[in-house]
């Protein structure tokens, strides 16, 4: 080695040393403060067993460190000593303890499961379920300190049924135990329900059977937090749970939670987890009020991405309840999306930042921008969209501003899609009374946007909103004219979000533009066919069965749509015409349902055909339009088909 590189090497050293010591310096005293508790545990068993509990809290967390780990283990032997029954097995369980809780750890493998299972912890479960199997009961003192044990035996990724069914007998076997610890053990019962769904029933019924004899107050925090969970499962053990309790009466330091939580399940997409909460509203007597209000929207933007519209429901219906909250509420998601996107800016920036820092050292950089607030940016999108029925006159115009203008122009194409769905609700609901002045923003704002990337995103969110605001002019209005050829023009945009849109926006006006229909059919019909791209042909076959939804089904044999669609996909020697005829029948069962029905015995050696075909690209478009085709047959279209 070189002198340099000796130095190094003895720098390294004495940091080494240096830590060491500072390690020893700490371990020392909590070594001796183990062997004192270990002295005290052995030497007075009533005291300690009445601590078993505080002694836990104390000894479980200590297993994650290495150095202390066989005077913790001695500590953790002493206690489960403490259970007559348990004394022979004291050496297997304690060891067992201390593996699982080193486990826990370490990296979960998901939704805070531990990622292992050590062979051990079946052999300790099994040993224990030996020594109660006649009857008798461990103190449920003693359920914190085996607390890991079972929680492994539960939850662990990669764990055996057997250790799982054990830990489940051992739970069942202590449940009467009034002093079991169940706001401990019930959180770990949920999880293995959202886990595990061939142990819901289950699982379920244990955290049920818990809920006798327990107090109301102590186990509430947790199952109300459980009712928020993403699993519809977990959710469902809850709302049982939560039931089970009746009747008690919740302590005023939780009832605040209370009332927004079962507010929200009131929301919930499941029957029986409504049921439950409009059992427990109605016994609490609770009624919506500003702090409902204000607790649902702060919790809009951290629940799961199931629960969003769930809360943001809530949301609505809590402002319905109380009308002079409406505007802190829209206040409040406006803020809280205008805050996302200047979190996202600063994400950027500071990615282009490191960029630009590499490259300046000659490194290739691949920038990537984290986006922390794409969730939030969604659950906005989700509480406008569920308010937007009951917002005010004053309300109505900032609102759909605030939609062109930072949700219309996100990057994100998913909150693009659903700002645009937030901002066609709002049109719906109020463009009768409003066309004009709804029409007249979207306008103005539309025609401000410069000639950029951002701006174009700007316009075709636009564009849609005309096409949803349109249906609501007069039919002579000269608009309504304009307002189609714009969304016609649209339909080239090469992005399924906006074709998707300007389909469900043309039905609408149709019938405006009823004595140009054959000339606008014409058109798609022939880009459908020859398109120059992919985007194209798709476009125009969204715009087909826009048009055809608008105008009645009758028009696919007035403007003789069908039998130009068959003899496309019966062609040979074009592959764009046969893909096209594919791309047409997909998006005319998509958007006309069942209506679509009578068509489909005409088409189906079409789609054979074409999902056989020696073109790969035809292929999936005949297998995205027979996908399209069976989803939306009725039972006797199954029959005749």
Not at 117 to 133: E, F, G, S, Y
Not at 229 to 244: D, E, G, K, Y
Not at 584 to 600: H, N, Q
């Amino acid at each position: 080695r070189s002198q340099a590189e000796e130095e190094a090497y003895q720098s390294k050293l004495e940091q080494e040393s240096a830590i060491r010591e500072r390690v020893g310096r700490l371990v020392s005293p909590c070594q001796r403060a183990l062997k004192a508790l270990d002295a005290i545990v052995s030497g007075s068993n009533g005291l300690a067993l009445s601590k078993l509990g505080l002694l836990a809290s104390i000894l479980i967390p200590l297993c994650k460190i290495t150095p202390v780990e066989e005077e913790v283990t001695e500590a953790i032997s002493s206690g489960i000593a403490l259970q007559p029954n348990l004394i022979a097995t004291k050496a297997i369980v304690s060891n067992a303890i201390v593996q699982c809780t080193r486990v826990g750890s370490n990296d979960s493998s998901q939704n805070g499961r531990p990622s292992g299972q050590p062979p051990c912890v079946n052999d300790a479960l099994q040993v224990i379920l030996q020594r109660t199997n006649n009857g008798s009961t461990l103190e449920a003192i003693s359920v914190p300190i085996l607390l890991p044990l079972v929680k492994n035996a539960l939850l662990a990724s990669d764990g055996s049924r057997d250790a799982t069914d054990a830990g489940l007998a051992l739970l069942s076997s202590q449940v009467s135990a009034k002093s079991l610890p169940r706001a401990q053990v019930i959180p770990v019962l949920f999880k293995l329900v959202e886990a595990m769904p061939a142990y819901a029933e289950n699982g379920t019924h244990l955290a049920v059977t818990m809920m006798q004899g327990a107090n109301a107050n102590h186990v509430l925090p947790v199952i109300l937090n459980s009712l928020l969970l993403p699993s519809l499962s977990a959710r469902r053990a809850a709302a049982r749970c939560l039931h089970s309790l009746l009747p008690f009466q919740a302590a005023p330091h939780i009832l605040p939670l209370a009332s927004t939580r079962i507010f929200i399940s009131l929301h919930d997409s499941d029957d029986s987890v409504k049921q439950c909460a409009q059992a427990v509203w109605q016994q609490l007597s609770l009624k919506a009020s500003a702090q409902i209000v204000q607790s649902c929207l702060s919790l809009l933007s951290t629940v799961s991405e199931e629960l969003r519209t769930t809360t943001a429901q809530a949301v609505a219906s809590a402002v319905q309840a109380v009308p002079e909250c409406m505007r802190q509420a829209v206040e409040q998601l406006m803020e809280a999306g205008q805050s996302a996107l200047q979190s996202l800016e600063a994400a950027s920036a500071q990615a282009q930042a490191e960029a630009a820092e590499e490259m300046a050292l000659g490194r290739k950089v691949d920038v990537k921008v984290s986006d922390p607030s794409l969730g939030i940016r969604l659950a906005v999108a989700e509480g406008l969209k569920c308010i937007s029925a009951r917002l005010g006159t004053e309300e109505v115009p900032v609102v759909l501003m605030f939609i062109i203008l930072k949700g219309l122009s996100d990057e994100n194409s998913q909150v693009r899609a659903a700002m645009l769905d937030a901002g066609q609700s709002l049109i719906e609901h109020h463009g009768k009374q409003k066309a004009l002045a709804l029409m007249a923003v979207v306008e103005t704002q539309m025609n401000k946007q410069p000639d950029t990337e951002n701006g174009d995103r700007v316009c075709q969110g636009c564009i849609i909103l005309l096409g949803s605001v349109s249906k609501f002019l007069d039919k002579d209005d000269p608009r309504v004219d304009s307002v189609v050829k714009k969304l016609l023009v649209a339909l080239r945009t090469p992005s399924e979000l906006v074709q998707r849109a300007v389909s469900r926006a043309l039905p609408g006006l149709m019938p405006a533009v009823k004595p140009q229909a054959q000339q606008i059919i014409d058109g798609l019909m022939e880009t459908v066919m020859a398109g120059d791209n992919y985007g194209l042909r798709r476009g125009a076959a969204f715009g087909i069965a826009g048009c055809v939804r608008g105008l009645g089904i009758s028009s696919l044999k007035q403007l003789n749509v069908m039998p130009r669609l068959q003899e496309a996909a019966a062609d040979k020697k074009s592959e764009r015409m046969r893909q096209g005829a594919m791309f047409a029948f997909e998006c005319l069962s998509e958007l006309l349902g069942r209506l679509f029905e009578p068509y489909v015995i005409h088409i189906l050696p079409l789609l054979l055909s074409g999902c056989g075909d020696n073109l790969e690209s035809v292929r999936d478009a005949a297998d995205g339009a027979a996908r399209a085709v069976m989803g939306q047959l009725s039972a006797q279209g199954v029959k005749l088909v």
